[in-house]
């Protein structure tokens, strides 16, 4: 029987205790999915009028549950990821400082931060402390690693994570991509980054290819037609249409890997932020 005074945690409770430090990492992703969830319903049902084409009727149930369900989560959710969000950036702000008395005089700034972000910012904290001779007692038990770049696992024939690889976009295992979301691992690998880097290339080329120059043959023989994707899509009987021709889903798809692809440039480091 519990004591007076106390409430026992549920099962949501105590799991969520036990992923303390993923805590950054489940909210986080838990937004940008909602957000999704709640573009694509708002963009479907009222963008498109998806609601009132009885060729898609099958996807109106699916849209308006991704719609409301993205709404309610993301209620929730979002505020809580910029709660984060700004306690990492304070955090990072300290990581780059190089003044002892300045690293005192928000270590209390720090550490609150560092809690409530988990592990592999305590790690690195607990680094910066350790290059500049900063004693204030073992708080946390974990291995310093570079204020500057999180050590993480990688194979041997790669870089070390974090490491900015001469600034080389190609050659880079520490992007914008990786440093934004947090806890994949994999973003860190050079190898997974260059597959970003060939896929959104190759799809923003043939998106635009299509939209502008059309990949398609007409009656006439030449290739000067472009697939509507937002037609193919909802299974219209027209879906070629006389280049150039610029649908809405192949806008969003350009943008989205155009974003992509830029997310995959390395991250900027100290001194470029100082020029």
């Known amino acids: 029987m519990a004591r007076q005074g106390t409430a026992r945690r549920g099962p949501f409770g105590r799991w969520w205790d036990s992923r303390s430090d993923q805590h950054f990492q489940i909210i986080a992703y838990s937004t940008i999915i909602t957000v ?3 573009v694509w319903g708002f963009i479907f049902l009222f963008v498109l009028g998806g609601y009132s084409d009885p060729e898609v009727e099958h996807l109106v149930s699916w849209s308006w549950l991704a719609f409301v369900g993205g709404l309610v989560v993301a209620f929730f959710a979002a505020p809580e990821f910029f709660v984060y969000w700004g306690q990492r950036q304070i955090l990072e702000d300290i990581l780059l400082l190089d003044s ?37 007692g073992k708080r946390y038990k974990v291995e310093p690693v570079s204020p500057l770049s999180p050590l993480l696992p990688t194979r041997d024939d790669e870089p070390v994570a974090g490491t900015h690889s001469g600034h080389s976009w190609w050659e880079t295992n520490d992007s914008t991509l990786a440093n934004v979301l947090p806890g994949l691992h994999a973003l860190r690998r050079q190898s997974v980054n260059r597959g970003l880097i060939a896929f959104s290339t190759t799809a923003v080329l ?22 509507d994707l937002t037609a193919s899509i909802y299974e219209f009987g027209r879906v070629y249409e006389p280049s150039p021709h610029f649908d809405v889903i192949s806008i969003l ?8 692809l830029t997310s995959t440039r390395p991250r900027p480091g100290p001194e470029d932020e100082e020029e």
């Open 36 to 38: 999704a969830c709640l």
């Open 100 to 136: 002892r008395p300045e690293i005192l005089r928000r270590h209390k700034e720090a550490e609150d931060a560092a809690d409530m972000l988990g592990k592999s910012y305590q790690a690195r904290l607990m680094g910066l402390y350790k290059a500049h001779n900063v004693n204030i």
């Open 206 to 227: 043939l998106l635009a290819s299509n939209s502008m120059l059309g990949m398609f043959t007409s009656s006439s023989g030449e290739r000067d037609h472009t697939l």
């Open 253 to 260: 798809f350009i943008g989205l890997f155009v974003g992509l």
